[in-house]
């Protein structure tokens, strides 16, 4: 799917913040509407059971729509399907405020449709920023890691909104608030991004064939299968939301109920790993463009991932472990924009819905699954050797982009694009700095009178230090057109042609010593011997 490029500078700058801040409205209506119909049902039917069969079913709906209607988004467009998914989600919310009442049947129905219109409109609105940074020649990992701040934030602000609503307003009323601001969103895309560009294949003003449903649908999974990247990340994402999903419900909570009493505790945990995620994505906003993307996703696994657990099980101080999870909410902000922008990058338009789609129903079947494990382990185990349990298999799962470092390497061969800058303006202070301290280095040397080379990348060597012929190495060094190099080579040359020289005349004033002392041993031995 690509988009045309708007013609007005500011609209073009905008385009960008403008398709961002739609799904931060967007974030912020689904996170009101996550709390307030779940109160809506135990408020009308007054049933625990029937609060999680809405939740569940608009969950599950969510998850298969974003890959059974991908073909469709495709022959729709991302950008008319986020506007009418975002508009028949307000008349949808506004259905559940009138009629939400009348019956658990009906509520059930229009939550189900609910959970399918906003797989929509998340969808096609990630869908759209791909030709939008393409447009502004922007780096992927920054807008990635920006975003990310941004709508985690807007998560923050819609949960505090929707208990605040739900307290001044009803759960009627909160309702109502969300459709709003799904109608905002669709304002947004509206006005912020511009009309899709015409898609043409083959000669000009031939339209591009549809491809049949079921033969698109069988394209996106054949095109996952063949890209053994995207299936490892993919994995990897199944893992870490499980074990994300069973601190949340149930290590966290049961270590606050079973050590401190207090359900203060619980949110300043989340608050802890929220903000430290918000703050992280601002830093790595700033640096991504100048490091390795694997090197920055292996070290927020490993340092944000496994400790965040294991400090369940050490320690008991409330003030230890709000830091330890503000630290690694600030490590792991590499993660989620690093796999964001391969992502972008490396799926091609055509296939980014039905792979975006796959992607996402895989990484989220893990969700489920986590809350429902963790209780097994904790009741056969005990809180503590479960979650010494979770720590172990969560570091264990983090190992395997060091495993098979052969293709998560290729998390850098993605394509990383630099700040977009004039040819002829000087680069900005600092660039490249974490690609020059973990990049691949090649090291000619010169000492002892010969010359060697080595490489490295990283910690890892990749070529021990060997020597090399002179004539290689100063041919190699003429290739280099840097004056202060040449300065320093001819002076080097010129400084061993003296030395050679003086320890030439040395050993010819040592030779021609030794010759006399040989002529005065040689005339000794010629002469007679007196008895």
């Not at 994402?237 to 999903?245: H, I, V």
């Not at 280095?441 to 010169?446: E, G, K, M």
């Not at 012929?469 to 001819?490: D, N, Q, W, Y």
Request: charged share 15%; proline share 6%.
């Amino acid at each position: 799917m690509s988009v045309a490029t708007p013609k007005s500078p500011w609209r073009r700058r905008a385009a960008i913040p403008g398709l961002v801040a739609a799904e931060a409205i967007s974030v912020i209506g689904g996170r009101m509407s996550f709390l307030a119909i779940p109160w809506l049902v135990l408020v009308t039917t007054g049933s625990p059971v029937k609060v999680g069969v809405v939740a569940g079913a608009e969950t599950l709906v969510y998850v298969l729509s974003g890959v059974l209607a991908a073909p469709l988004q495709d022959r729709i467009g991302s950008r008319t399907t986020s506007i009418l998914s975002d508009g028949a989600s307000a008349v949808v919310m506004g259905a559940i405020a009138l009629t939400g009442q009348l019956g658990f049947g009906v509520l059930i129905v229009l939550s189900t449709l609910a959970g399918v219109l906003r797989a929509q409109a998340d969808r096609s609105k990630n869908n759209l920023l791909k030709p939008l940074m393409d447009a502004a020649k922007t780096d992927f990992g920054r807008v990635s890691a920006a975003r990310e701040g941004v709508l985690r934030t807007s998560g923050l602000i819609g949960a505090s909104v929707g208990g605040v609503a739900i307290a001044a307003f009803g759960a009627v009323g909160a309702i109502w608030f969300d459709a709003l601001t799904f109608l905002i969103a669709a304002v947004l895309v509206v006005f912020f991004i511009p009309d899709p560009a015409s898609r043409r294949e083959g000669a000009a003003g031939a339209a591009p064939p549809h491809e049949p449903y079921l033969t698109a649908l069988r394209g996106g999974f054949t095109y996952f299968r063949n890209e053994p990247l995207l299936r490892a990340v993919t994995g990897m994402l199944f893992f870490t939301n499980l074990f994300n999903q069973a601190s949340a419900v149930v290590f966290v909570p049961m270590w606050v109920l079973t050590v401190l009493h207090s359900p203060v505790a619980l949110g300043s945990v989340a608050a802890a790993y929220a903000i430290g995620m918000i703050v992280g994505s601002v830093v790595f906003a700033t640096l991504a463009p100048y490091l390795p993307r694997y090197s920055a996703l292996v070290f927020g696994y490993f340092v944000g991932g496994a400790p965040r657990f294991l400090i369940f099980a050490i320690s008991d101080d409330l003030t230890v472990i709000v830091i330890v999870t503000f630290l690694s909410g600030m490590v792991m902000c590499s993660v989620n924009p690093t796999i964001g922008a391969v992502i972008y990058q490396r799926v091609p338009g055509a296939m980014l819905a039905r792979a975006g789609g796959i992607i996402t129903a895989v990484a989220m079947a893990g969700i489920p699954l986590g809350g429902v494990l963790a209780g097994l382990v904790v009741e056969r185990l005990g809180l503590v050797n479960g979650v010494l349990l979770a720590s172990l298999l969560y570091f264990a799962v983090t190992l395997t982009p060091v495993i098979r470092h052969r293709v998560w390497r290729e998390l850098n061969d993605a394509g990383a694009r630099a700040p977009a800058a004039d040819r002829t303006a000087p680069l900005p202070k600092g660039y490249g700095l974490g690609a020059a301290a973990l990049g691949p280095r090649v090291t000619l040397r010169y000492a002892d009178g010969g010359w060697t080379v080595h490489a490295r990348q990283g910690l890892r060597t990749l070529a021990r230090r060997r020597p090399v012929a002179p004539k290689a190495a100063l041919h190699a060094l003429t290739r280099i057109e840097v004056p202060a190099v040449h300065t320093a080579v001819s002076e080097l040359v010129s400084r061993d042609r003296d030395n050679t020289r003086l320890e030439t005349v040395r050993k010819r004033t040592e030779l021609a010593r030794m010759e006399y002392v040989m002529s005065d041993i040689n005339a000794g031995l010629r002469a007679p011997h007196l008895p």
